[in-house]
């Protein structure tokens, strides 16, 4: 298609209720949020109901309200089950085909090879199954393609390897849907390729015996919202069940729940929506998590100086960044070897390997958005009249541009993009989205439009690959599609709150209940609470770019908070000249571990004076 004649496509902000009245009367706050409340007056009406009827405590009915739990659900929704909230697995297309053929495998005693991602979603996917074919005797090899060289998903040469090496059946994780020539090499060798993905897909389905994606077009699972490790264990499933039914005795000691700190791990770590099985799978999977019984998972968690029981933050945070820094800048496949181990010695070896790469990831990162960043000033002035932000440079390594985008749109409040370019002048870049706004419907039609190699992604996150010659004219396409929608989605900008908490109110019990209502991350927010006209009793720098503050109720409760990287931000410039101030703060109730104490600590994201 001519880029001069570019298709129209139509992104529209989300559709908002009658503006609602400032909470607390915050109508532009230090980070230039308005604070309204998470609940209509049908969402206030429920959490008084879920209150009343099942004895819950009103902050908690209103958590639950406020996320669309209805009266009935409540309590099954604060103690999700797997069993419960699993399907059959037979329900996602081409599950029975691909069990069916895995279990032959296991019979036959075949060599399988597993094609997994490089992220974490990739390493946790690739070490759950190695761990099952494993447990059933199977000679498995797990394949990670080079970041750099190979890029995202099979390619044609690898299979082949993989097939003169010996592989009988090749089966692919957190990729493999659109891998077209690559699986068509498998089919010409003669050898069966399994498909375990969850990514989005076109009309097309590649050459492969068993494509098991929920995304695909014609599943009617309604599981689209898994991540790679979370399909994969359904296909585990359904397999041990063929297994057992072939009457095979290795079937009865298999303890599928056990690998669920995989499972748990990359779904938190790759943001997907949690919701339905996804937050089972993340509450069981901590409860294995902390049992350690992963050897690999032990010596990060050691390594990041876990100081009490493995949550959510703990996978997002310390290990993830961990894991993906082997894909980012070094050896792809560290993170899947060191989720296989059993071998302490050798996990803790790959671990300490993991820990220093991560390092040099962030000091890399650090670089990079310092030039980003000044990049953003020459291109668009402050950043604030650009609807769409695209940096780009030769020097950037492709492995970072992802984080490199989300920094950019946390800082800058819109849709941004990195792009590393090489000598040859194609460039590999990553973009981050804000709420409202579909990333990856722009991408695609900048694909189709013919300004970009290729690209593809979500909402909220795009990839995309494009030649600098038609970097100015991506530019100008991407400010043409956003200009009708994303200034009104920044002025828009509120943050909601969940309901209003005193220093006094902030009590380990209150904390206990309220993680019931978790896990908490992408599709089921954080809860945010106003702490309401406290006086600030002290602010101070911490680190290098943190503010910690102590704010003092009027019996005298105080309560600890932090404000993580606002050194030299609105935020932390009103924290640091307020004290002796009552302010109103927003912020999410955190369980601090220290030494052995456990104190609750508030993480403030929002603060604004008293009127």
Same mark, same amino acid.
């Not at 909230?85 to 036959?108: F, G, H, S």
């Not at 080079?146 to 040469?157: K, T, W």
């Not at 350690?292 to 050691?302: D, E, K, P, S």
């Given at each position: 298609?001519?880029?001069?004649? @570019?298709?129209?496509i139509?992104i529209?902000?989300?559709?908002? /209720?009658?503006?609602?009245?400032?909470?607390?009367?915050?109508?532009?706050?230090?980070?230039?949020?308005?604070?309204?409340?998470?609940?209509?007056?049908?969402?206030?009406?429920?959490?008084?109901?879920?209150?009343?009827?099942?004895?819950?405590?009103?902050?908690?009915?209103?958590?639950?309200?406020? !996320?669309?739990?209805?009266?009935d /659900?409540?309590?099954?929704?604060?103690?999700?089950?797997?069993?419960?909230l699993?399907?059959?697995?037979?329900?996602?297309?081409?599950?029975?085909?691909?069990?069916?053929?895995?279990?032959?495998?296991?019979?036959?005693?075949?060599?399988?090879?597993?094609?997994?991602?490089?992220?974490?979603?990739?390493?946790?996917?690739?070490?759950? @199954?190695?761990?099952?074919?494993?447990?059933?005797?199977?000679?498995?090899?797990?394949?990670?393609?080079? !970041?750099?060289?190979e890029?995202?998903?099979p390619?044609?040469?690898?299979?082949?390897?993989?097939?003169?090496?010996?592989?009988? @059946?090749?089966?692919?994780?957190?990729?493999?849907?659109?891998s077209?020539?690559?699986?068509?090499?498998?089919?010409?060798?003669?050898?069966?390729?399994?498909?375990?993905?969850?990514?989005q897909?076109?009309?097309?389905?590649?050459?492969?015996?068993?494509?098991?994606?929920?995304?695909?077009?014609?599943?009617?699972?309604?599981?689209?919202?898994?991540?790679?490790?979370?399909?994969?264990?359904?296909?585990?499933?359904?397999?041990?069940?063929?297994? %057992?039914?072939?009457?095979?005795?290795?079937?009865?000691?298999?303890d599928?729940?056990?690998?669920?700190?995989?499972?748990?791990?990359?779904?938190?770590?790759?943001?997907?929506p949690?919701?339905?099985?996804?937050?089972?799978?993340?509450?069981?999977?901590?409860?294995?998590?902390?049992?350690?019984?992963?050897?690999?998972?032990?010596?990060?968690?050691?390594?990041?100086?876990?100081?009490?029981?493995?949550?959510?933050?703990?996978?997002?945070?310390?290990?993830?960044?961990?894991?993906?820094?082997?894909?980012?800048?070094?050896?792809?496949?560290?993170?899947?070897?060191?989720?296989?181990?059993?071998?302490?010695?050798?996990?803790?070896?790959?671990?300490?390997?993991?820990?220093?790469?991560?390092?040099?990831?962030?000091?890399?990162?650090?670089?990079?958005?310092?030039?980003?960043?000044?990049?953003?000033?020459? +291109?668009?002035?402050?950043?604030?009249?650009?609807?769409?932000?695209?940096?780009?440079? /030769?020097?950037?390594?492709?492995?970072?541009?992802?984080?490199?985008?989300? %920094?950019?749109? +946390?800082?800058?409040? %819109?849709?941004?993009?990195?792009?590393?370019?090489?000598?040859?002048?194609?460039?590999?870049?990553?973009?981050?989205?804000?709420?409202?706004?579909?990333?990856?419907?722009?991408?695609?039609?900048?694909?189709?439009?013919?300004?970009?190699?290729?690209?593809?992604?979500?909402?909220?996150?795009?990839?995309?690959?494009?030649?600098?010659?038609?970097?100015?004219?991506?530019?100008?396409?991407?400010?043409?599609?956003?200009?009708?929608?994303?200034?009104?989605?920044?002025?828009?900008?509120?943050?909601?709150?969940?309901?209003?908490?005193?220093?006094?109110?902030?009590?380990?019990?209150?904390?206990?209940?309220?993680?019931?209502?978790?896990?908490?991350?992408s599709?089921?927010?954080?809860?945010?609470?106003?702490?309401?006209?406290?006086?600030?009793k002290?602010?101070?720098?911490?680190?290098?770019?943190?503010?910690?503050?102590?704010?003092?109720?009027?019996?005298?409760?105080?309560?600890?908070?932090?404000?993580? %990287?606002?050194?030299?931000?609105?935020?932390?410039?009103?924290?640091?000249?307020?004290?002796?101030?009552?302010?109103?703060?927003?912020?999410?109730?955190?369980?601090?571990?220290?030494?052995?104490?456990?104190?609750?600590?508030?993480?403030?994201? /929002?603060?604004?004076?008293?009127?």
């Amino acid at each position: 298609m001519n880029p001069t004649h @570019l298709p129209t496509i139509k992104i529209t902000e989300e559709q908002v /209720d009658p503006v609602p009245r400032a909470f607390l009367g915050v109508e532009r706050s230090a980070s230039g949020q308005r604070w309204v409340s998470r609940l209509d007056q049908a969402a206030q009406n429920r959490a008084l109901a879920i209150s009343q009827v099942h004895g819950i405590p009103d902050l908690v009915a209103r958590v639950l309200a406020g !996320r669309g739990v209805g009266l009935d /659900d409540a309590l099954a929704f604060l103690d999700p089950t797997i069993r419960g909230l699993m399907p059959e697995p037979y329900k996602l297309t081409d599950c029975e085909k691909a069990a069916k053929r895995i279990a032959l495998a296991v019979a036959r005693g075949e060599k399988v090879a597993i094609f997994g991602d490089y992220d974490v979603d990739g390493a946790a996917s690739s070490a759950l @199954l190695y761990r099952f074919l494993t447990h059933f005797g199977v000679s498995a090899e797990i394949y990670i393609p080079d !970041r750099v060289f190979e890029g995202y998903g099979p390619n044609a040469g690898a299979i082949r390897q993989l097939i003169a090496n010996g592989a009988q @059946l090749i089966v692919t994780v957190d990729c493999g849907s659109t891998s077209h020539e690559a699986l068509q090499a498998a089919r010409d060798e003669g050898c069966d390729v399994v498909v375990i993905d969850h990514h989005q897909l076109g009309h097309a389905l590649p050459p492969c015996l068993a494509l098991v994606n929920p995304n695909r077009e014609d599943d009617l699972s309604g599981q689209g919202h898994l991540c790679a490790a979370g399909v994969v264990f359904m296909v585990l499933v359904a397999t041990a069940r063929c297994l %057992r039914e072939q009457g095979d005795p290795r079937a009865k000691s298999l303890d599928l729940l056990a690998w669920l700190d995989l499972v748990a791990l990359a779904t938190v770590c790759d943001v997907v929506p949690l919701k339905g099985l996804n937050r089972a799978f993340v509450v069981k999977g901590l409860i294995a998590a902390r049992h350690m019984n992963n050897a690999g998972l032990a010596a990060l968690f050691r390594k990041a100086g876990l100081g009490g029981p493995v949550t959510p933050y703990h996978f997002g945070f310390l290990v993830g960044p961990r894991i993906n820094a082997g894909g980012r800048i070094s050896d792809a496949a560290l993170g899947s070897r060191l989720l296989t181990l059993d071998d302490v010695p050798e996990a803790d070896e790959i671990a300490g390997r993991l820990d220093e790469l991560n390092r040099e990831r962030q000091a890399m990162e650090a670089a990079m958005l310092a030039e980003a960043e000044a990049e953003v000033m020459a +291109e668009y002035g402050d950043g604030q009249s650009a609807t769409v932000l695209v940096t780009a440079r /030769d020097n950037w390594h492709p492995g970072i541009v992802g984080l490199l985008a989300a %920094r950019l749109k +946390e800082k800058f409040k %819109r849709p941004a993009f990195a792009i590393a370019f090489d000598p040859n002048g194609k460039g590999t870049g990553s973009g981050r989205s804000i709420n409202g706004f579909d990333m990856g419907k722009m991408v695609r039609a900048a694909v189709d439009g013919g300004l970009l190699v290729k690209g593809g992604g979500h909402a909220m996150a795009a990839g995309l690959t494009v030649e600098k010659s038609n970097l100015g004219r991506l530019r100008a396409f991407f400010d043409e599609v956003s200009g009708a929608s994303v200034p009104a989605l920044v002025a828009n900008h509120v943050l909601k709150i969940d309901g209003a908490l005193s220093a006094s109110g902030a009590t380990f019990e209150l904390f206990d209940q309220m993680e019931r209502a978790g896990p908490f991350g992408s599709g089921h927010a954080q809860p945010v609470f106003a702490i309401p006209a406290h006086r600030l009793k002290d602010a101070r720098l911490v680190g290098t770019a943190h503010v910690k503050a102590t704010l003092e109720a009027a019996d005298g409760t105080r309560l600890d908070g932090i404000a993580f %990287r606002a050194a030299e931000t609105p935020l932390g410039n009103l924290l640091l000249n307020s004290r002796g101030s009552q302010l109103h703060v927003a912020g999410c109730l955190t369980a601090d571990q220290w030494q052995g104490n456990r104190r609750i600590q508030l993480r403030i994201l /929002d603060a604004a004076p008293t009127l």
